[in-house]
């Protein structure tokens, strides 16, 4: 017997000697597990989840060190692995297909490799794969996002703000149909009391996993070892709209794995194409057509 959910709902489940917060959308058939990326929370995912449209459950976690979730390590991939099979064991979930963000996609593959009886199929967003080094290192590009972590807030306004003038999500994104999603995300990433307000993941955690998702040797033998399906989702352009996608390239990807599906998708970021549209609606149909060809795969009715 496990967790059983036929509404919409969030709370906290024990993973591997920590417990991990959830947001559960309702939908048919079997859930589809989402883990978000290197400071987000599962809320980065209430787009991809409203335009499922019930079509498909959709339980995302928060990883360990952000949001809700226990904040102690250890940390790094294997470990996100380790937490996030105990929990689907606590929902009594099997094969299921499994959708990672930037970092949570890396945590995907290592999920994979490590508990194959868990996963049925990987959906990765511009991550989990190889990626030639940057001539900017990654540290610099996230450099305003990693130091809002040591940062208060007296309000939720003045984050908003903060983000709003941030040229990581242009301006159409907050007056779009996406601004909700962005707007409750944010909202969700704070924790304290005003007027001292600060971002709930954990500066040690998000270090200790930026540094672990980039040892690529690890990941090209993860890959390797993978006996599921894979569809690569990329993002047109990188962390700025102005800049070349972070995945230019998946062909070391495709030689790796034996079933690979590479996909870009024109007019996203690596942030809009989770948390904004035409992005959301693009990876929900994605991800909906992905699972329904893993159930016939493995029998599933």
């Known amino acids: ?30 859930a589809v597990v989402a883990l978000h990326g290197l400071t987000a929370s599962y809320v980065n995912f209430a787009g991809i989840a409203e335009r499922l449209a019930g079509r498909r459950p959709l339980l995302a976690f928060d990883l360990r060190g952000r949001g809700r979730s226990d904040k102690h390590g250890p940390f790094g991939m294997a470990q996100h692995a380790k937490d996030v ?21 890396y945590a995907a593959v290592a999920l994979a490799a490590m508990y194959p009886q868990r996963v049925s199929g990987l959906v990765l967003i511009d991550g989990g794969v190889p990626v030639p080094p940057s001539p900017v290192p990654v540290e610099q590009l996230l450099a305003p996002q990693l130091a809002r972590l040591n940062q208060t807030y007296p309000d939720v306004g003045s984050y908003l703000d903060f983000w709003r003038a941030l040229p990581v999500l242009p301006q159409a994104s907050w007056e779009g149909p996406g601004r909700p999603w962005i707007e409750a995300y944010l909202r969700y990433d704070l924790g304290g009391e005003a007027p001292a307000l600060q971002p709930r993941a954990s500066a040690e955690a998000v270090a200790a996993d930026l540094a672990d998702s980039l040892d690529p040797e690890v990941l090209r033998e993860r890959l390797a070892g993978l006996s599921v399906p894979v569809l690569l989702l990329r993002a047109e352009h990188g962390f700025l709209p102005s800049h070349p996608g972070l995945i230019q390239d998946a062909g070391e990807a495709a030689g790796l794995v034996k079933d690979f599906t590479d996909r870009l998708l024109p007019g996203t970021t690596h942030y809009t194409i989770a948390m904004d549209d035409p992005g959301a609606t693009t990876v929900a149909d994605a991800v909906l057509a992905f699972a329904e060809r893993c159930d016939r795969l493995k029998g599933t009715p």
């Open 85 to 105: 099979a105990a929990a689907m064991a606590a929902f009594g979930l099997g094969e299921s297909v499994v959708v990672g963000h930037s970092m949570g996609a």
């Open 1 to 30: 017997m496990g967790i059983t959910l036929d509404h919409e709902a969030h709370g906290r489940v024990t993973a591997d000697g920590a417990e991990l917060a959830f947001g559960h959308w309702p939908g048919s058939g079997p």
